[in-house]
């Protein structure tokens, strides 16, 4: 054998695998936390209530739930329950159409508008996060009472007959699921339009385009990912709230978290899982339909 074959022969592995295979380590090891994270605390419990909406709902807490893999839950539950099922989704449209509609004049004038003000505007927007939901909610009540302000201004203006009330309505429901989930819509979109380039948009002017015709070509394309990002987290979370619904408005106003959480209250575990699962199975099919649509036609 030459010498160049005995070299070759005894040449050492390239430095460069083990080195890779060192950082595949490194790469699973940091993913190991969250990984046990979303198994311990997504993936357990969603497959319990997967479970649980196939138990006899013949059942109870006292004598047990038998799995007999009970399918006639999702129909009887859709059955009795269709109508807060259908308005849980459209109170949560109609949020989420309002928030984009209120929010995103408010992000454009914090992101392009507000120079040195943008801090404190941003501040202002977290700021209701510093209270709990739950005390959010109830200054609603207090604000929307008959004996409030609000009521005694709007009645002054005629707007509100002498009889007239907004708490125990649809819209003060809908106005508490704006309030609580607006920063939600807002800040996706500050930071979409925070990162547009303002030569693109001074660019639209020299091409003797208005202001409108800029924002429809550059401005409102360009921060699209904000306005997807913004609606999936203001529609996922209203279509499930029932807080607002349960301390502003009245039965006729019940949404499906309501009736979800009455029943597990009441022990109707059954029931309960298969509304929750059908809600969640309702919110990814419209979620994947709205960001395939998104995604082909205006991200593009």
């Not at 709902?57 to 038998?66: K, L, Q, R, V, W």
């Not at 209701?128 to 009521?151: A, C, E, M, Q, Y």
């Not at 303002?198 to 904000?226: C, K, N, Y």
Request: include cysteine; charge should be positive; hydrophobic fraction near 55%.
């Amino acid at each position: 054998m030459s010498a160049v074959g005995q070299l070759g022969a005894t040449a050492p592995p390239p430095a460069g695998k083990p080195q890779r295979s060192g950082r595949r380590l490194t790469a699973y090891l940091l993913l190991l936390p969250g990984g046990l994270w979303l198994l311990l605390f997504f993936a357990v419990p969603l497959v319990s209530l997967l479970a649980a909406s196939l138990y006899d709902p013949n059942g109870s807490i006292e004598t047990g739930f038998a799995m007999t893999w009970h399918w006639q839950n999702f129909v009887d539950a859709m059955a009795d329950y269709a109508r807060p099922f259908g308005r849980s989704l459209w109170y949560a449209l109609l949020t989420t159409a309002l928030c984009l509609l209120i929010g995103y004049p408010l992000a454009y004038a914090i992101a392009i508008k507000a120079g040195r003000w943008k801090n404190l505007m941003l501040a202002l927007v977290i700021a209701p996060f510093f209270t709990s939901f739950l005390i959010r909610t109830l200054s609603w009540k207090l604000l929307l009472s008959d004996n409030g302000f609000v009521v005694d201004f709007l009645q002054t203006i005629r707007i509100l007959g002498p009889d007239g009330r907004l708490l125990a309505t649809t819209a003060a429901v809908v106005t508490g699921l704006v309030y609580n989930f607006l920063p939600f819509m807002v800040l996706p979109l500050y930071a979409s339009l925070e990162r547009i380039d303002r030569r693109l948009i001074e660019a639209g002017g020299d091409l003797f385009a208005g202001p409108f015709t800029t924002f429809r070509t550059v401005t409102l394309p360009l921060s699209m990912p904000g306005v997807v990002a913004g609606t999936l987290l203001t529609f996922i979370p209203a279509a499930g709230d029932y807080i607002n619904a349960q301390l502003l408005g009245t039965p006729k106003q019940r949404m499906i978290g309501n009736d979800i959480q009455r029943l597990f209250a009441a022990g109707a575990y059954p029931t309960a899982a298969a509304l929750s699962v059908t809600l969640m199975a309702a919110i990814v099919v419209l979620v994947l339909f709205y960001v395939r649509r998104a995604g082909t036609e205006d991200l593009v």
